[in-house]
């Protein structure tokens, strides 16, 4: 009977350590008013004029910010690697780093996962998606998934020099064990 007795509790013991927990946050509440102040200044820029985008391969780098309603409230803020191909009117890059912001502005958890950026460009205008798996932990403590698509409609605009800065929305949804409508923008600095 003390064989089993210990079994079970080791069992119990072993299962309470398997539960999900949430990964901490990588922002703060200051990080992320300093990201939107940084999306406001950026969304002031002029556009780029179609003669003087840059030519080549630019990498900008920055956030990509949205409102978040449905199984999670509130925001997310992750960080943005978009290189444009000027010369082949490509898009590539990522959004690593995602974390869930509370309705108060307070970071919650940081996601698992990161989304793959595809898209072309044409005379200043971004058309791109955003996709990949995101996982974090809900309030009971369980890991769960979820498929985000995000298309994001941007421009090219004119920062300290020319085309040295990007902005648009982001906008889509996050389905899976968790769902998510996600309305936001993404906004980033040539290096």
């Known amino acids: 009977m003390n064989r089993i007795t210990v079994s079970i509790i080791s069992l119990a013991a072993l299962s309470a350590c398997m539960s999900a927990s949430e990964n901490e946050p990588s922002v703060t509440a200051s990080d992320v008013d ?28 920055g956030q990509l910010g949205a409102n978040v309603s449905g199984d999670a409230n509130g925001s997310i803020l992750g960080d943005m690697a978009m290189r444009v191909d000027f ?7 990522s959004v690593t780093n995602i974390n869930l912001i509370d ?26 998606f955003a996709s990949g798996q995101i996982t ?7 890991e ?35 769902n998510m409508d996600v309305d936001g923008v993404f906004f980033g600095r040539a290096d």
Not at 87 to 93: E, F, R, S
Not at 149 to 156: A, E, I, R, S, Y
Request: charged share 25%.
């Open 34 to 61: 300093r990201a939107f102040a940084e999306a406001e200044a950026i969304s002031r820029l002029p556009l780029t004029s179609t003669a003087n985008l840059p030519t080549g391969s630019v990498t900008y780098r």
């Open 87 to 93: 010369a082949d009117n490509d898009i590539d890059g």
């Open 103 to 128: 309705p108060n502005g307070e970071p919650n958890q940081r996601f698992d996962g990161s989304l793959n950026i595809d898209g072309v460009e044409s005379s200043g205008r971004l058309d791109a």
């Open 136 to 142: 974090g932990v809900d309030n009971d403590g369980v």
């Open 144 to 178: 769960v998934d979820s498929q985000m698509l995000l298309t994001l409609d941007g421009d090219v605009h004119d920062g300290l020099r020319r085309g040295d800065a990007v902005f648009g929305s982001a906008e889509g949804t996050a389905r899976g064990e968790f």
